[in-house]
Structures are given as C-alpha cells and as structure tokens.
C-alpha cells in the first residue's frame, strides 16, 4: 500500500514539474485537484502508519499474555506434579514404617496423624482440581439455603483444632448471622484460606478467625502473623495459577488455585473478598488479613 502511495505521488510531481517546464513558469500553484489528491493519499498513509503501528502493539501485547499464561502453565505443573507425588510418597512411609518396625504407641499415633495430614492435603489438592475445572466449564453450581454462618464457622474451627493440626484457629465468632449459602462451597472458603494461613505462618501457629456483623453484611477475618504478601503482588494473588516467586525455587506448598477459587465462590455468593496487611498491636504490619463480606440473609 505504501508502495502504490509513493508511486502515485511520484506521478503527481512528474506532471507538475512537466508543467512547469512548458509554461516556463517561476513559480506555479497546484490545481485544486492535484492539492486535495495530495493531501488524501499523505493523510491514506499517515492513517495507514497509525494502524500499523496500533496492530504492532496489539500483538505484542497478546504475545505477553501468552508467554505469561505458558509460563503459568509449567509452574502449575511443576507444583501440581511435587504436590500429588509429595503426599502419596509421605503415606507410604508411613505405613511402611508401621508395618516393618515395632514403635511405641504413641510413635504410631504419630505417624498414623502425619499420614491422616498428608491424606487430607492430598484429597484437598484434587478437590481444588476438580472445582477450578467445573469453574472452567462454567458447569459450578451453588445450593443455597438460610445458613447461620456463626454455627458453620464454629463447627467447621472445631473440627479443624480436634484435627491435630500443628496449627490452632483462635476463634471470635457473632452468634446467629445467617446467609444465603452453600455449605459446600463456604467450607471450601474457609479450607483454603485457613489452609494459605498455615502455609505462611512458619513459627507462628496461631491463626485468628473473626465473624461478626457490620450494617446489612457479615464480615469473615481470616488473619495470620506469617510473611505477608507483597505489594506488587496483592493485585494478582486470586488469579488462576498465580503464586509469587519462581515454582522451581519456592519451597512453599500450593498450585495456586485455591485464592483463584475462593475469588470465584464468594463473587457466586454476591459478596466481595480483600487482602490487607495484618496489623500487630505496636502498628507494624505482621503477616495477612483475608476479608470477606457477605450479605446477611433477608426474608424480603
């Protein structure tokens, strides 16, 4: 196009210098024609330039979210890999173990609760799987019904401290909020983000989970006194793959789904979920709080 643009302007100042050359003329002024033609095919070919130059930026663009999504991609099954073979690898010691030696009682009780632990880590990872895959094919469904989410918390902190999690949840919990929920989907919520609480919180066994009531919403804090998440990185933390560092050098468990997930469950239950730093009593921020809010149920 370029090329047809040149020779036609090419043409126009043969004509002209022709002109020129016959008229013996000092100086002569384009015919109207000639001037408006000119200026159509610069203005073609400024017009051409601009969208040449917007396509090029255009790719390059979708060439970075490629590249991005690839590199997504390999960490998910560099850690989906590790994290699969990790914990199936952990309970056949274990059960080699009980089987080949002769151990106290309560050495086998030890070693049957790491293998409890790292049973339930490993029907965690395929759950989260299974959901971001029913999530992919926009086939997840919720089953709502009138929920006392202050029951529900109880319960669900009850059983994760009778668990023997090396970790305690210190509960501070509102009693009788009711949502619209999905018991499934709201203890998947709370796994996951109990579960991330843990995984950042070396040295720290202490996670904090409060729910109480705040205008028409009730309001779900899940805190811990971990590493706490970057700036750069808070704005990204629920997309789908995403985990801050290099998979072949972290050393952290995860596959980053399970933020991606807790993203998509609450947006299904008409709420909205943040990431703030964990503020310590002297003012200085010391790990994460998740925050979920929640419309309290209404018979209107």
């Not at 699969?84 to 609760?113: H, N, W, Y």
């Not at 971001?132 to 902190?157: C, G, M, P, W």
């Not at 790990?287 to 209107?300: E, M, P, Q, V, Y």
């Given at each position: 196009?370029?090329?047809?643009?040149?020779?036609?302007?090419?043409?126009?100042r043969?004509?002209?210098?022709?002109?020129?050359?016959?008229?013996?003329?000092t100086?002569?002024?384009?015919?109207?024609?000639?001037?408006?033609?000119?200026?159509m095919?610069?203005?073609?070919?400024?017009?051409?330039?601009?969208?040449?130059a917007?396509?090029?930026?255009?790719?390059?663009?979708?060439?970075r979210?490629?590249?991005?999504?690839?590199?997504?991609?390999?960490?998910?099954?560099?850690?989906?890999?590790?994290?699969?073979?990790?914990?199936?690898?952990?309970?056949?010691?274990?059960?080699?173990?009980?089987?080949?030696?002769?151990?106290?009682?309560?050495?086998?009780?030890?070693?049957?609760?790491?293998?409890?632990?790292?049973?339930?880590?490993?029907?965690?990872?395929?759950?989260?799987?299974?959901?971001?895959?029913?999530?992919?094919?926009?086939?997840?469904?919720?089953?709502?019904?009138?929920?006392?989410?202050?029951?529900?918390?109880?319960?669900?902190?009850?059983?994760?401290?009778?668990?023997?999690?090396?970790?305690?949840?210190?509960?501070?919990?509102?009693?009788?909020?009711?949502?619209?929920?999905?018991?499934?989907?709201?203890?998947?919520?709370?796994?996951?983000?109990?579960?991330?609480?843990?995984k950042?919180?070396?040295?720290?066994?202490?996670?904090?989970?409060?729910?109480?009531?705040?205008?028409?919403?009730?309001?779900?804090?899940?805190?811990?006194q971990?590493?706490?998440?970057?700036?750069?990185?808070?704005?990204?933390?629920?997309?789908?793959?995403?985990?801050?560092?290099?998979?072949?050098?972290?050393?952290?468990?995860?596959?980053?789904?399970?933020?991606y997930i807790?993203?998509?469950?609450?947006?299904?239950?008409?709420?909205?979920?943040?990431?703030?730093?964990?503020?310590?009593?002297?003012?200085?921020?010391?790990?994460?709080?998740?925050?979920?809010?929640?419309?309290?149920?209404?018979?209107?």
């Amino acid at each position: 196009m370029l090329y047809d643009l040149n020779t036609e302007l090419f043409y126009l100042r043969e004509e002209v210098n022709f002109l020129k050359d016959n008229e013996g003329a000092t100086a002569y002024t384009l015919p109207d024609g000639l001037v408006k033609k000119q200026f159509m095919i610069l203005g073609e070919g400024f017009v051409f330039l601009i969208l040449l130059a917007l396509g090029m930026l255009q790719t390059r663009k979708s060439f970075r979210r490629e590249t991005n999504a690839a590199r997504q991609q390999k960490n998910f099954l560099l850690s989906v890999t590790h994290e699969l073979k990790s914990p199936v690898a952990s309970v056949k010691l274990f059960l080699e173990t009980l089987r080949k030696r002769e151990l106290p009682k309560e050495k086998q009780d030890e070693l049957i609760q790491r293998a409890i632990e790292e049973s339930n880590r490993l029907d965690q990872l395929i759950e989260n799987i299974l959901v971001a895959a029913r999530i992919d094919n926009h086939a997840y469904s919720l089953h709502q019904e009138k929920l006392n989410l202050s029951v529900f918390t109880e319960e669900f902190i009850g059983k994760f401290n009778a668990s023997g999690h090396p970790h305690k949840v210190i509960a501070s919990v509102e009693k009788n909020l009711f949502v619209n929920g999905d018991r499934m989907a709201l203890n998947s919520v709370l796994v996951n983000l109990v579960e991330n609480a843990t995984k950042y919180s070396k040295g720290h066994n202490e996670i904090t989970l409060q729910l109480h009531k705040e205008n028409n919403h009730a309001v779900l804090k899940v805190k811990d006194q971990g590493t706490g998440i970057g700036a750069e990185d808070k704005s990204r933390i629920f997309e789908k793959f995403f985990r801050a560092g290099n998979e072949e050098t972290r050393h952290t468990k995860g596959t980053g789904l399970g933020l991606y997930i807790v993203k998509y469950l609450v947006s299904k239950h008409q709420g909205t979920i943040s990431v703030h730093d964990n503020i310590s009593d002297g003012g200085d921020p010391k790990g994460t709080t998740f925050d979920i809010r929640l419309k309290l149920f209404s018979n209107a």
